[in-house]
């Protein structure tokens, strides 16, 4: 057979298999694997993230006010009339005008002129009864009492506050997914037990309505054992329901149309790590601390810039005419022109001084803020760290009895078939059994709620799957 005819046989098959594969990995995730999507799903996250971005932008822009501002500007004015200069203006306007127009009288330069003929003779046009002109400006701060530089580190800190903002969104997603995703497990496990237990009152009530057919138990006996089955399908049913519910709410949390499957299990280890461990790396590395540390510098640097408005500002500044009409007193303009100014603030309307001592108190709350918020992490903790050791306890010390509930089901069977034992016995040992396996079941979902919001709080959830891997 040729190779490319082969080769084209294969294809939809080999492209069904692709699909197969693709369909299955995006139906069934590990926790990680759910990580990884929640965080590019997320809009929360992207939010954050954008103004983390929003802020690398206002650091740049923070960049460029030591720059010179340069621009071009172009005026057109409208006059009520043209502006012009008449002789008898000149005169008018000089302090000894009278003298010099008597002097010049007598040298017969304009004597018996008129003087509206002088006038009309001899006036000449400053300007027009418009205006146009454009020129290049520049200015250029050289000194402006720290402003400058403080403006710059408040967009600095603006930005690791910005940060700070997407770790904490961060970890509170890290919760929640642990939450929801391992809800997701317990739920089905708790499935798992109801349906368990839902087979073995199905099989104890057909033996109940064998051992009544043959008379060796009675009609009560059959009903108890009915009834017990019709109750544990209910409990059955509402599991069922709770699965379906916690399934919708990590789908809707991943964003996914499709149900998606954890594969992940539950789990515990032997030991947590030491309540002092946690505790100094959560005071070292959590998020929240940062965003109290950034604000306090931000409050510094408006404090610096407050002040920096009772200093004078310096700076150059310079114009070239672009474009002039042809007038006298575009003639009289120079074409250019530099210098340097100082401004020295006197009195202002901003409120500076009020400013300024709000920005002083800003700097003391936050300093106490951040007293009281390393208190409540503290506490929060050894709340969580206590959680997670009770439950662990718990999870330890339900081993017995699961033990026992097997033994004694398996016990009651045998008794309840010789006529020993009551159907009553019998269900209350196979209930037992199920209470204890959910028990543990919920007890290791808590361990796992708490171990990771310990992580978190340390903002150490990376190392979350090295817990799951030496689970025993």
């Given at each position: 057979m040729n190779?490319i ?38 809009d ?15 650091v ?14 172009a005026?057109?004015t ?8 008449e ?17 010049l ?32 400006n ?13 403006v ?11 940060k ?11 919760e929640?997914?642990t ?12 499935l798992?037990?109801q ?17 009544q057919?043959?008379?060796?138990i ?16 209910v409990?059955k049913?509402?599991?069922?329901s709770?699965?379906e ?7 809707h ?36 601390l940062?965003v109290?540390?950034?604000k306090?510098?931000?409050a510094?640097?408006?404090?610096d810039?407050?002040k ?5 500002e ?5 114009s070239y ?5 042809d ?7 120079p ?11 006197i ?14 108190s ?39 009895s ?29 209930l037992?059994?199920?209470?204890v396996?959910?028990?543990?079941q ?9 171990l ?17 891997q030496?689970?025993?």
């Open positions: 190779p005819t082969t080769l084209f046989r294969l294809l939809p098959f080999s492209l069904l298999v692709l699909f197969i594969s693709s369909t299955s990995f995006a139906d069934n995730l590990s926790f990680s694997q759910a990580w990884s999507v929640l965080q590019k799903n997320n929360g996250l992207a939010a954050a993230y954008a103004n983390q971005e929003k802020s690398v932008h206002m740049e822009a923070a960049k460029d006010l030591y720059w010179p501002e340069i621009g071009i500007t005026d057109y409208k006059l009520d009339d043209e502006i012009s200069l002789p008898s203006n000149l005169f008018d306007s000089m302090p000894r005008g009278d003298v010099l127009q008597k002097f009288n007598g040298l017969g330069i304009i004597g018996g002129i008129p003087r509206n003929q002088i006038d009309d003779a001899f006036t000449s046009e400053v300007t027009k009864d418009y205006v146009v002109i454009s020129s290049l520049a200015v250029w701060p050289v000194y402006t009492g720290g402003r400058i530089g403080a710059q580190d408040i967009a600095i800190n603006q930005l690791a506050e910005a700070y903002l997407s770790r904490i969104k961060k970890q509170a997603l890290f929640q997914l939450k929801v995703y391992f809800g997701v497990v317990l739920a089905q496990q708790v798992d037990a349906t368990e237990a839902e087979k073995g009152l199905y099989k104890h009530f057909d033996n109940s309505k064998k051992l057919k043959e008379g060796q009675a009609k009560v006996e059959r009903l108890k054992a009915e009834a017990s089955y019709d109750r544990v399908r409990e049913n509402k599991a069922k709770q699965l519910t916690a399934q919708v709410a990590l789908n949390l991943l964003k996914e149309k499709r149900d998606i499957n954890p594969n992940s299990v539950l789990f515990i280890n032997n030991t947590l790590p030491s309540m002092s461990e946690i505790t100094t790396e959560t005071l070292k590395n959590h998020p929240g940062g109290l540390d950034s306090r510098k931000q510094e640097g408006f404090v810039v407050k920096g408005e009772y200093l004078p310096v700076f150059l500044f310079g005419n672009l474009y002039e009409q007038t006298l007193a575009a003639d009289l303009n074409d250019w022109m530099v210098g340097v100014g100082v401004k020295i603030p009195t202002t309307r901003t409120g500076r001084s009020g400013k300024l001592k709000a920005a002083k800003t700097i003391i709350e936050l300093e106490h803020l951040t007293t009281q918020a390393i208190q409540d992490l503290k506490l929060l903790v050894e709340k969580t760290w206590r959680e997670a050791s009770t439950a662990l306890e718990e999870y330890n010390g339900l081993k017995s699961l033990a026992l509930a097997r033994e004694n089901i398996r016990m009651r069977d045998i008794a309840f078939a010789q006529g020993l034992s009551t159907s009553l016995e019998v269900v209350d040992a196979k037992f059994l199920v209470s396996k959910i028990q543990r919920a007890a290791a979902y808590q361990y796992i709620v708490s990771a919001r310990l992580l978190a709080l340390s903002d150490q959830m990376a190392s979350f799957s090295n817990y799951q030496q689970a025993v």
